[in-house]
């Protein structure tokens, strides 16, 4: 299943907007989020399997890097694989605790077992929320 993810924080303008494919169509908010998870940890961990064979850089991709103001040779020194089942856990509970939002075509889902009717254009937007901290006298 093909869907269009928006990802936002609060009190940052830009929304990142990604295409985004599913192995299945979730049937319930919670397979949304496992079907998600699932698929950025095995694309993290793609990536720290990958193996750099060549040590150098083009003019273009350090003038594409310098845009985004950090130019390097890609390598990771954090090998380590995600593991996918805490990866599961840890954003069902962040749902749980608020950390983040999800809104399915402009409407809220606040409940992990909301049946969900997902089509190829329905837009899935997950807003992180921004805890203020600090003290007050």
Not at 103 to 118: C, K
């Amino acid at each position: 299943m093909q869907l269009t993810l928006q990802l936002k924080r609060l009190g940052k303008k830009k929304v990142k907007k990604i295409p985004f494919t599913l192995a299945e169509t979730p049937q319930t908010l919670e397979d949304l989020l496992i079907g998600c998870v699932k698929n950025q940890v095995e694309a993290f961990n793609k990536k720290r399997l990958e193996i750099n064979v060549i040590g150098f850089l083009s003019p273009s991709e350090i003038q594409n890097q310098a845009q985004s103001g950090k130019v390097d040779f890609g390598e990771l020194a954090n090998k380590n694989l995600a593991n996918e089942q805490e990866a599961i856990d840890n954003v069902l509970i962040a749902f749980k605790d608020g950390l983040f939002l999800v809104f399915i075509d402009d409407e809220e889902v606040t409940d992990l077992q909301t049946p969900l009717q997902l089509t190829s254009e329905s837009v899935v937007a997950f807003i992180r929320m921004t805890f203020l901290v600090g003290t007050y006298w």
